[in-house]
């Protein structure tokens, strides 16, 4: 991913109102990402442990959206992101809702998905951040990369309809 510009980050929200991207946190540290390993820039919100953000390429530009962290309901031993498949135990990975664009999303309709808690998700794929025991897969790096972008795909889609 090439690094991005917090102008062009913020105008990328699809499913909240300009107010509401204009105000939102973003990461601090944009500068000292490590774009070159990122499919997606995704990050949680330090003032508010409920609220997430996701911002990734399409096919018209970059598309953003908010996501909404769900508490935990207990102790799990062991889950799975439903983008990157990587398997976390404990609180490794979360249920994240984005409330639909447009008109469904007023309606109070939104998505959920299963994801790495602190949207890491390219970063577990390239081994340069570890979540414990990896499932051995036959499949190429590049495969895993392209798998993960596709299910990212497939849930921005369901978002913005």
Known sequence: MTPLAEPDIRASFVNCTKGEAKRLALPRDLAERPWADLDFLGWRDPASAER?????????????????VAPQAGHVRRSMCSLCLTTHTGDGVSLMTARKAGREGRA???VGSYLCTD???????????????????????????????????????????
Do not use: M, P, W
């Not at 996701?54 to 598309?63: E, I, M, W």
């Open 52 to 68: 997430a953000y996701l911002v990734a390429g399409s096919g018209t530009g970059l598309l953003g959206v908010v996501l909404r």
């Open 108 to 110: 109070g309709n939104s």
């Open 119 to 161: 949207l890491a998700c390219s970063l577990y794929l390239r081994g340069k951040k570890n979540a414990g025991r990896r499932l051995e897969e036959s499949i190429t790096l590049a495969e895993k990369i392209d798998r993960t972008t596709t299910n990212l795909a497939a849930f921005l889609q369901q978002v913005v309809g």
